[in-house]
């Protein structure tokens, strides 16, 4: 069937870079008209539902080879290095990832459904800022690649949501890639055991947006407290964030009744979810309390099973 | 790989698509979603309408193998590639899958089957011998609202014994 000029003229203009430098230059010439896509899975439905304008140009980054895979990265082989354009897909079927990083594939199980995990990509869950995504990411101390007029720079991806939390909005480029932290200091310990969890609560069981995700990394020493941790917590249209002040208090602590009471007070105080008609705040902070005290139980007992078994856990 | 011109964005740029075997070369705006070129320039109504926001799963295809809500798809976004609708499924007779849910009463108003049966195709392309977590994850984003799953989830148990039995 033909369309007619109208139909045509009516539809937005798609360009196809093939290298990001080109397609950042490309987005600097249009400016608001246009708008970088990749997977579009949620940039569809927004259109849709009418809470953006349809842009007038789109800006197809399926083309640019250096914003795709998923591999190590550094010298050693311990960094790993996510391409923007990973599908959610690849990010829950990558065994090497998977081994390193069990956040992120656990993260990435929960977004949506697997055909649109084969269409949605890596890099449009965290620039969406709500994504269960970034909420992992934070836990694992991620850092973004941008690229802009400057050249590419990386920072950690908390800045940025920093940034965005206080209405300093908009990316500082197109991003490149996405750096887990492979190791944090202490796991290079001999017997320290990390453990990593990720929950989301919804309002039914799949393929909905979270009503309260949180994310833990956690190390212990050999005596079963806690060596490093990292919670990072988010949900509904709340920016996720690190809760700071829960994580210092574990530290040093073996996970016993007390010190899981005072950090589900402590993550109930921090925890600063934005409410809406269906959800309220008591109900979402209540909840990122019990899965953020659970899941340092879990963890704890996970621990001291490993090691009465003799056999780090990682 | 699909070769393009370093930057174009001609909008009267034709669609080069596979879909059932078949070759086609489309004259359709490259932001029309993959639902509408598949029903209304093809007449594949095979591929249902509904939500329209990747959430029922009434619109499931496979782009190159892997299953796709057709209603997120942009017509530029399959430039090059093949895809398979239900009639491409069936084209040689009911496939295992689908005689599983006619056996199993897999389907009652049917809007939602050929969805379903194009996510579990893509299932156990990718894996013969799903466990019933990958089960529920896999049609996680296919819904029913007639059956309660029930025959659903009979039909796809049968399909995967027939599967194993097949490939022995």
């Known amino acids: 069937m033909a369309h007619s000029h109208e139909a045509l003229l009516r539809s937005p203009y798609v360009w196809h870079p093939i290298c990001a430098r080109e397609a950042w230059h490309l987005k600097q010439e249009i400016d608001a008209g246009a708008v970088f896509v990749a997977g579009g899975t949620l940039l569809r439905t927004q259109w849709e539902a009418g809470l953006v304008t349809f842009p007038a140009h789109l800006i197809d980054l399926s083309g640019i080879a250096d914003m795709t895979g998923i591999g190590r990265s550094d010298e050693d082989g311990r960094g790993w290095r996510i391409g923007a354009l990973a599908t959610l897909a690849e990010c829950r079927s990558h065994p090497g990832l998977a081994a390193d990083f069990p956040l992120v594939k656990e993260a990435a199980r929960v977004i949506a459904a697997p055909a649109v995990r084969n269409l949605a990509t890596i890099g449009g869950n965290v620039l969406s800022r709500t994504g269960d995504m970034a909420t992992a990411l934070l836990a694992l101390d991620a850092e973004l690649l941008w690229l802009n007029d400057a050249g590419t720079h990386s920072e950690p991806l908390s800045a940025w949501l920093d940034r965005e939390r206080e209405g300093i909005s908009g990316a500082p480029g197109l991003l490149l890639a996405i750096l887990p932290s492979a190791f944090l200091g202490v796991s290079m310990i001999s017997k320290t055991r990390r453990f990593c969890a990720f929950h989301k609560a919804g309002r039914r069981e799949a393929f909905i947006p979270p009503v309260v995700n949180v994310a833990l990394n956690v190390a212990f020493d050999e005596g079963g407290a806690v060596a490093d941790i990292r919670i990072a917590a988010g949900g509904g249209t709340m920016i996720p964030a690190r809760l700071a002040a829960a994580e210092a208090l574990t530290l040093g602590r073996v996970p016993d009744a007390a010190l899981l009471a005072a950090l589900h007070a402590a993550v109930n105080e921090e925890y600063a979810p934005k409410p809406d008609p269906f959800v309220g705040e008591a109900y979402r902070r209540m909840t990122a309390a019990n899965l953020v005290a659970a899941a340092l139980w879990k963890a704890g007992s996970d621990a001291r099973a490993s090691g009465e078994e003799g056999e780090p856990c990682c | ?168």
């Open chain 2, 1 to 168: 790989m699909i070769e393009r011109a370093p930057i174009s964005a001609d909008p009267s740029a034709k669609l080069n698509i596979n879909v059932n075997g078949r070759e086609a070369v489309l004259d359709v705006p490259p932001s029309k979603r993959l639902l509408h070129v598949l029903r209304e320039d093809l007449g594949l109504t095979g591929t249902k309408r509904s939500c329209e926001m990747g959430r029922c799963g009434a619109c499931m295809v496979l782009v190159d193998g892997k299953a796709v809500n057709s209603c997120l798809a942009m017509a530029y976004q399959c430039e090059g590639k093949s895809v398979t609708t239900i009639e491409g499924l069936s084209e040689g007779g009911l496939t295992p899958v689908q005689q599983c849910f006619l056996e199993e009463g897999g389907y009652q108003c049917g809007y939602c089957t050929p969805g379903m049966v194009v996510s579990v195709t893509a299932m156990l392309a990718n894996d013969p011998s799903p466990s019933d977590a990958d089960i529920e994850e896999a049609l996680s984003g296919n819904l029913c609202r007639c059956t309660g799953y029930g025959g659903i989830w009979r039909a796809v148990k049968k399909a995967i014994e027939l599967k194993k039995e097949q490939t022995g």
